[in-house]
């Protein structure tokens, strides 16, 4: 069975069309890149799937379940997470405290206004693992804030793995990165896929690394589906090349 | 126990000390009992504010609305139901709490500027209402002819309406049990969510958190808390006013949390202490004592962004 099945969506904001007419589905254990130029309706395909607006038209299903209409927290709850381009993370608190936080929500204590020796047990444990994971357990007790632009980013995928997500949507990873830190990131999202088995849909910028990760790549331009592929379908569509090199070429 | 953690309950000890012995302290330096009483009644009000505004990152300015409910509440139970202390604690507590849940669903749609305005709308609805209904709570006077009753403990009487000193160490102990619950709480998993929030929304939600039932519980039990204090305030001065309904007094205590340091626990209960005291010191001088107090809180913002507090514990560090 998809994890996520996307049908016929399409977003519009007054009398411009951010993403028409989309459709894409993506397998169990798959890691699918989403490319495009700039203003192509990356970031708003990425919204509708996490639920930050609903489409204009079409639907959303999320492991066999209709989510077009479900709040963003409720399809957080049924399993999907998400970073963003530009960092969210919480800059005031500890790298252990930002990704605890996820997990006492994913363990479903949200609520609670006490919680036992036990379950702190359980929790530390999940952000413990989560933290050794992406390598930041050694940067635990530093405020978040004070970290380096990629240990952030890493940080902020932690607080995403804390919940423990049957999908993972990772809104260009890599950006504001250099090769030091792009490379690291890369080698992160490698094992995630590979030796966790996370089902990942990510926007990249930089095809050095779409095309060292991917699966699949989709490439959306002026808000459209132009190519869906293996990296190789894609280096050789001619289609895709006019997009990326222009008409003239 | 790490050196941060000790350096914490040490601080924590003496704040206590200085609460438990501020009857022996306060009037050797001039002070008064009953000033000791205000500082802690109005200190509580500020921490309930800050409860949303520090620790939630939403800032209400009608929260006076809440704690004028509670004194109307406590003052109405003695006055016509029943003469009974404890009993009117907890009806100001209910009326002040309760309001707010029932109007918390309809403010916490809103962010910034536009929390505030719909706070103090619905704060000034409130306000008119005590002013208007003249038969029930006395209007613009204020409504009087009830007073505190001691309190029968089996096996002596407190007489807290009388003694200074027991009726401060009374709201003492009521002062300790809201402010170790609102301290519980913070400790929570329910409470971390609450920070998270204030520190990114957008994260929050994404974290799979509600965002907005959120707000409507913290809202909802820091007007509980502003309930009680206004209820403890009513017994204080055996009388509630309108004006304590006031957006000015909401202002009020905006000052009080912003002043004494938003961002810590007990900062607001410090700037409630330099709010009274200095009241009390400066409208015996001059009746525009509150430009005095206005200039003061105008520095202290230019000056120590986190407020008094959040100064006194950075110079420490």
Partial sequence: MNVLDINNVTKRFGNLVAVRDVSLSVAKGELCAIIGPNGAGKTTFFNLISGFFPPSSGAISFDGRDITRLATHERVTLGMARTFQITEIFPELTVFENVRIAAEVAGGYRLRPWINRLETGQIHGNVEATLKLVALETKADRLVGELAHGDQRAAEIAMALALKPHLLLLDEPTAGMGDQETFQITQLIRRLHRDSNYTIVLIEHDMRVVFHLADRICVLDQGRMLAQGTPQQIAANEAVQAAYLGNAA | ?317
């Fill in chain 2, 1 to 317: 126990m790490s050196a941060a953690q000790t350096r914490k309950l040490i601080a924590l000890a003496a704040i206590w000390a200085a609460l438990l012995f501020a009857p022996y302290w306060m009037v050797p330096l001039g002070g008064y009992t009953a000033l000791a009483t205000r500082v802690l009644v109005l200190g509580l009000a500020a921490m309930s504010v800050n409860f949303l505004l520090g620790f939630t990152g939403v800032l209400s300015f009608g929260h006076a609305a809440y704690f004028g409910l509670g004194a109307y509440g406590a003052g109405l139970t003695l006055k016509f139901l029943a003469p009974s202390t404890p009993l009117a604690l907890i009806a100001g507590m209910l009326l002040g709490g309760l309001c707010g849940a029932i109007l918390g669903t309809l403010i916490v749609r809103r962010r910034g500027v536009y929390f505030a305005m719909v706070t103090i709308a619905f704060g000034q609805v409130f306000y008119y209402i005590a002013f208007q209904w003249s038969s029930l709570t006395g209007g613009d006077d204020g409504l009087r002819g009830f007073s505190r009753q001691p309190i029968d403990l089996g096996l002596f009487k407190l007489d807290i309406l009388t003694d200074a000193t027991s009726f401060y160490y009374f709201v003492l102990f009521c002062f300790a049990l809201a402010v170790g619950a609102m301290a519980f709480v913070l400790r929570s998993p329910f409470g971390r969510t609450m920070i998270a929030i204030r520190e990114n929304e957008r994260r929050s939600r994404f974290l799979g958190i509600p965002v907005e039932r959120h707000i409507w519980i913290a809202f909802t039990l820091s007007c509980f808390f502003m309930g009680f204090a206004g209820a403890l305030y009513a017994l204080v001065n055996n009388f509630a006013d309108p004006r304590g309904l006031h957006y000015s007094q909401s202002g009020d205590f905006v000052m009080m949390a912003v002043m004494g340091g938003m961002r810590s626990f007990w900062g607001p209960l410090l700037g409630a202490a330099v709010f009274v005291v200095l009241q009390d010191y400066l409208s015996s001088v001059t009746v525009n004592w509150m430009s005095f107090v206005g200039l003061l809180f105008v520095l202290v913002v230019l000056f120590f962004p986190r407020g008094l507090l959040g100064f006194l514990q950075r110079s420490k560090a």
